[in-house]
């Protein structure tokens, strides 16, 4: 069972738009919802992370949205750059270190 | 800081054999992780280690089975493989365990079972 839910699987944008990757999440005990940036060949690497007791997360170009009553987050990547090309993961975990992962949305922007 | 280094990074086997991969956390840090990322299933949490002590398990078989020493260095065994363990193995090492510690990644042990 997919404790996370991601989507959309892959996504499009052009150069200066707006990317958005939603996540839903049904454990209503997490509280620690990270978001991990991987490239090919590397391992995943923190991005953004938010607590549940916060709607809105902003961090640069990357902002979180939380909406603890929809259990729903997502990532908003604004003015998408081509080096932003990647692979991103949501997470959530709760007490001990166990993430659940996303499956991942791979991320392509056109220049 | 040095990261977190993962070794052998590439490794071919046949089904029946077994493996061992081994992990070096960031300097300082106690707790260790380990996933399997496939393209389909993504990330699949297959255990922690803290303190040289199995903190928490992820739903996979017996065949998967790990440990950690004194010095917070990790190894993951997998026996009997099968063609479906063929996978990127990450681990990733935290300060403490706990929610809301940032695990940073190692870039992986790619397995290829054949």
């Known amino acids: 069972q997919q404790q996370v839910k991601q989507s959309p699987q892959s996504l499009i944008v052009q150069k200066g738009g707006i990317s958005i990757i939603n996540c839903a999440y049904e454990?209503?005990?997490?509280?620690?919802f990270p978001w991990y940036q991987q490239f090919p060949g590397k391992g995943p690497a923190l991005l953004i992370a938010?607590?549940?007791?916060?709607s809105e997360k902003k961090e640069g170009r990357f902002t979180i949205s939380f909406n603890k009553s929809a259990k729903q987050f997502s990532l908003h990547i604004m003015d998408s750059q081509p080096g932003d090309s990647a692979t991103y993961f949501c997470?959530?975990?709760?007490?001990?270190?166990?993430?659940?992962f996303g499956t991942g949305t791979s991320l392509t922007v056109i220049p | 800081k040095a990261g977190v280094t993962q070794t052998p990074r590439y490794l071919i086997k046949t089904r029946g054999q077994q493996v061992t991969l081994s992990c070096s956390p960031i300097?300082?840090?106690?707790?260790v992780s380990w996933y399997q990322q496939t393209p389909g299933q993504g990330l699949q949490f297959l255990f922690e280690?803290?303190?040289?002590?199995?903190?928490n398990k992820g739903n996979f078989p017996g065949r998967f089975s790990g440990r950690q020493f004194s010095n917070s260095r990790s190894e993951m065994n997998v026996s009997t493989l099968e063609l479906g363990d063929s996978a990127l193995y990450l681990c990733?090492?935290?300060?403490?365990?706990?929610?809301?510690?940032?695990?940073?990644f190692g870039p992986g042990t790619r397995l290829l079972v054949l």
């Open positions: 997470a959530a975990s709760f007490i001990m270190a166990q993430f659940y």
């Open positions: 938010i607590r549940p007791d916060v």
């Open positions: 990733a090492s935290s300060r403490t365990s706990g929610s809301g510690e940032t695990q940073y």
């Open positions: 280690y803290f303190s040289e002590t199995q903190r």
């Open positions: 454990n209503t005990a997490f509280d620690y």
């Open positions: 300097s300082g840090h106690r707790s």
